[in-house]
């Protein structure tokens, strides 16, 4: 089992940033990849970031590339969104998930749990 939690969210405005994090516990943090993922109402859940259990793979979204970063820090069972030159169309809730899998994956399906969820809201 694995609990995950995030934080970081908000209302800001266009063009500032904003940093995401999101603590897990339960199975050893260093075992497995993680993911970002943001969704809005009525709309199938995106994939916005992932990174391998290492921190030494990263994938992003052509969305968010080259504005958003994705760390992890294994001594702190914690993974992080940087957010950068917010836009309003970053506007949803942001996920957090665990993929405990060899492979990291980039879709919903490849990722086994799940946090509550943050809203970062992005006023223009």
């Known amino acids: 089992q694995v609990q995950l939690v995030e934080s970081g969210g908000g209302l800001v405005q266009a063009g500032v940033s904003l940093r995401l994090s999101c603590a897990a516990s339960g199975r050893t943090f260093s075992s497995y990849h993680m993911g970002w993922f943001r969704q809005v109402p009525v709309k199938e859940r995106e994939f916005v970031a992932a990174?391998?259990?290492?921190?030494?793979?990263?994938y992003y979204a052509d969305s968010v590339k080259g504005r958003f970063t994705i760390s992890r820090d294994n001594a702190k069972n914690s993974v992080y969104l940087q957010m950068n030159s917010l836009k309003p169309e970053d506007t949803a809730v942001y996920y957090c998930?665990?993929?405990?899998?060899?492979?990291?994956?980039?879709?919903?399906?490849?990722?086994?749990?799940w946090g509550q969820g943050t809203q970062v809201t992005v006023s223009a």
């Open positions: 990174i391998s259990w290492s921190g030494g793979s990263t």
């Open positions: 998930a665990a993929d405990l899998s060899h492979r990291i994956g980039v879709k919903a399906g490849s990722y086994d749990y």
